[in-house]
């Protein structure tokens, strides 16, 4: 009896230490692993709730409070009127945009958006402004209203005597659209300025 006990003592000392070595062990990785975890998922919402809250915060101006965007509407045209052709670049990219239907095209030529887009195009230096002056007449001239104050102001003229692209195509789609528009309204443009090709007889 007595070995037998010697036995059973030395069996269960063995195995205390093994048993608390093992659970020590497993958690001391296991948590590190679980925080990290949970950091890396804050992050992620964190940044999901930024971008999201931006979203929201951009269609509510645009949406819901008109004078907001009348204010974005000044400062893309006030952009226009700065020497470096950068920030001309800039409001006539979003004036681009901003023109998403007829009453906003036509809230641009009463803000005289047009006629400095014009006067962008005829001072244009590089092919990049001229892209972007295009790029935002072509967007406004899809109101009639708005391609009719572009006819009175002489854009056609502009546009004729745009110098032509030479590394950038998009230029020539841009006039090619303006000029088949005021072709379409009847407009009085000679058949050989047109860019796309001849138009059929009348």
Same mark, same amino acid.
């Given at each position: 009896m007595r070995i037998l006990s010697a036995k059973l003592r030395t069996l269960l000392y063995r195995k205390t230490p093994v +048993?608390?070595?093992?659970? &020590? @062990?497993s &958690?001391?990785? =296991? #948590?590190? !692993?679980?925080?990290s975890l949970e950091d890396e #998922?804050?992050?992620?919402?964190?940044? @999901?709730l930024k971008l999201l809250f931006a979203g929201t915060a951009t269609a509510v101006a645009y949406q819901f409070f008109?004078?907001?965007? !009348? %204010?974005?509407?000044?400062? &893309?045209i006030s952009l226009l009127h700065v020497k470096d052709p950068l920030f001309k670049r800039m409001g006539a990219s979003r004036l681009a945009r901003f023109a998403s239907d007829d009453e906003r095209r036509m =809230?641009?030529?009463? *803000?005289?958006? +047009?006629?400095?887009? $014009? %006067? *962008? $195009?005829?001072?244009?230096?590089?092919e990049s402004t001229r892209k972007e002056a295009l790029r935002a007449l072509a967007a406004i001239s $899809?109101?009639?209203?708005? $391609?009719?104050s572009l006819h009175q102001s002489g854009a056609i003229k502009i546009i004729r005597s745009a110098p032509?692209?030479?590394? !950038?195509?998009?230029?020539?789609?841009?006039? +090619?659209?303006?000029? %088949?528009? @005021?072709?379409?309204l009847r407009y009085d443009i000679p058949s050989k300025d047109t860019i796309s090709g001849s138009f059929p007889p009348q």
């Open positions: +048993t608390v070595q093992s659970r &020590s @062990f &958690s001391s990785y =296991k #948590a590190p !692993d679980e925080r #998922a804050e992050r992620k919402i964190g940044w @999901f008109p004078y907001m965007g !009348d %204010n974005l509407l000044e400062q &893309s =809230k641009i030529v009463e *803000m005289g958006g +047009t006629q400095e887009l $014009l %006067n *962008m $195009l005829e001072a244009a230096k590089d $899809l109101s009639d209203n708005a $391609l009719e032509a692209a030479v590394d !950038d195509g998009e230029i020539e789609i841009y006039r +090619t659209k303006l000029l %088949n528009r @005021f072709h379409d």
